[in-house]
């Protein structure tokens, strides 16, 4: 079982709709959950950390269930420029954070 | 110049050569990680440094692997003998104290190819 799991997609979307992606990690003891996005051919770059509360920025929320080992991000009234790979990040162990294969999401006109 | 710097972007080599990238963090993190993603897959670790001290080495890091960072400042992979299984993505993070805090700051990163 890989330590981070996501669904690769892709996710076709219409501008202004909802979409929503959930992650599965491996190790119940994780602490440190995040979302990065990545654009074709770019390096990934800090979305959002995800806060055992739950938290929201923007159109963008992410939620953590620790007993089910998930966390998700929501993205409302979706832009063309959603477009790209969202990868969940955890830290599972150590100092460096595991990375999921990443779902893709593509926003169509 | 507030990123994390790579260099090369590209590099195309020929199997059996060696090669070597370099990353430059920002320039008050402490703390640099060195990533490798092939086409389709998330980011995979291979090595980290905290300061100067190379203090986590991934599996996925073979004998043909070797990093540095001589001065706490910017770091060197080298990859001896390249293959064509070592074509991918290389990328370069740094974070300042506790990355599982505040996640990581990326580089461009170097595209490797190998023919």
């Known amino acids: 079982r890989k330590e981070v799991e996501q669904d690769p997609g892709p996710f076709n979307v219409p501008e202004g709709a909802t979409v929503a992606f959930n992650c599965t990690y491996s190790?119940?003891?994780?602490?440190?959950f995040f979302w990065y996005r990545q654009d074709c051919r770019k390096e990934p770059k800090l979305l959002m950390s995800?806060?055992?509360s739950g938290n929201e920025d923007g159109r963008f929320t992410a939620q953590l269930n620790r007993a089910s080992q998930y966390i998700s991000l929501l993205i409302r009234d979706s832009k063309l420029s959603d477009s790209a790979t969202y990868l969940c990040?955890?830290?599972?162990?150590?100092?460096?954070?595991?990375f999921g294969g990443g779902t893709r999401l593509m926003v169509k006109p | 110049d507030t990123g994390v710097s790579q260099d090369p972007r590209h590099k195309i080599t020929k199997r059996g050569q060696n090669v070597t990238f370099r990353c430059d963090p920002i320039?008050?993190?402490?703390?640099l990680y060195w990533y490798r993603q092939t086409l389709g897959q998330g980011p995979e670790f291979l090595t980290y440094?905290?300061?100067?001290?190379?203090?986590?080495k991934s599996r996925l890091l073979s004998d043909r692997f070797s990093a540095e960072r001589p001065k706490g400042s910017f770091s060197t992979l080298e990859i001896q003998r390249t293959e064509q299984g070592d074509s991918a993505m290389y990328l370069c993070?740094?974070?300042?104290?506790?990355?599982?805090?505040?996640?990581?700051?990326f580089g461009s990163g170097t595209r490797l190819t190998v023919v």
């Open positions: 320039s008050e993190h402490n703390r």
């Open positions: 990040v955890v830290n599972v162990a150590g100092n460096m954070l595991t």
């Open positions: 993070a740094s974070s300042l104290g506790s990355s599982e805090i505040y996640g990581y700051t």
């Open positions: 995800v806060y055992s």
């Open positions: 190790n119940s003891a994780s602490q440190s």
């Open positions: 440094f905290q300061n100067e001290a190379q203090l986590e």
